[in-house]
């Protein structure tokens, strides 16, 4: 099974984007790439997946490199509620620990 | 709202006792997973079911089982109980396809079991 490796915390200014790496390197052909954010002690909320196109919806963009070894999730416009942990997921039920993100007023 | 409720939302008990978690999935959703999450630990995957079938299982110890019923809600049951599994509990569904492919997860508020 694939395995990610995330920042442990980020900051980023708020209206700015926020740009969220992950890095994926044995990831098999047919494994998706999934992205969730836990805002405090919430339920995780999904945010997007891929396979190797890069996704936009109304939350966020997900680029994934052309070797499917890393992505990005890419949150342009961040506000003060975006400060959450985002959670990058290969395989599907592996969560880990992802990355704490502040948005910086 | 993710459609996904679970309850009792808090539950505190002693070290020994057994305790059961209920889970209902979103309308329409055939499979149930559940998640423990310590302490500013990561979401620990415990197990899935799929359509009253165990479909994958993860950390989950002996101690801790779990059933879909027919209806399709779940329960994750708990027993002698140790400070250790002090958690939050989330259980999620989505909607599955027979092949085994997961799609998105909506996940529950979560059940914050303390043991005292």
């Known amino acids: 099974d694939a395995k990610t490796t995330q920042p442990t915390s980020m900051d980023c200014a708020e209206g700015r984007a926020a740009n969220l790496p992950c890095n994926h390197s044995?990831?098999?052909?047919?494994?998706?790439v999934y992205w969730y954010r836990q805002i405090h002690s919430q339920g995780p909320q999904y945010i997007i997946h891929g396979l190797k196109n890069n996704e936009t919806n109304e939350m966020a963009s997900l680029i994934i490199t052309e070797d499917r070894k890393s992505s990005t999730l890419i949150l342009p416009h961040a506000t003060l509620r975006d400060t959450a942990v985002y959670y990058c997921?290969?395989?599907?039920?592996?969560f880990g620990t992802g990355t704490r993100l502040t948005i910086i007023p | 709202d993710s459609g996904v409720t679970q309850t009792p939302k808090h539950l505190i008990t002693a070290t020994g006792q057994r305790v059961t978690l209920r889970c209902s999935p979103r309308s329409g959703d055939l499979s149930v997973y559940w998640y423990q999450q310590s302490l500013d630990q990561g979401l620990q995957f415990l197990i899935q079911?799929?359509?009253?079938?165990?479909?994958a299982k993860g950390n989950i110890l002996e101690r801790f089982s779990a059933q879909q019923f027919p209806d399709l809600h779940s329960e994750l049951n708990l027993s002698s109980l140790e400070l250790g599994d002090s958690a939050l509990y989330f259980c999620?569904?989505?909607?599955?396809?027979?092949?085994?492919?997961?799609?998105?997860?909506?996940f529950g508020p979560g059940t914050r079991l303390t043991v005292l």
């Open positions: 997921i290969v395989p599907k039920l592996t």
């Open positions: 079911y799929y359509n009253g079938e165990e479909r």
């Open positions: 044995t990831i098999s052909g047919n494994e998706y």
């Open positions: 999620a569904s989505s909607v599955d396809p027979p092949s085994g492919i997961n799609n998105e997860q909506f």
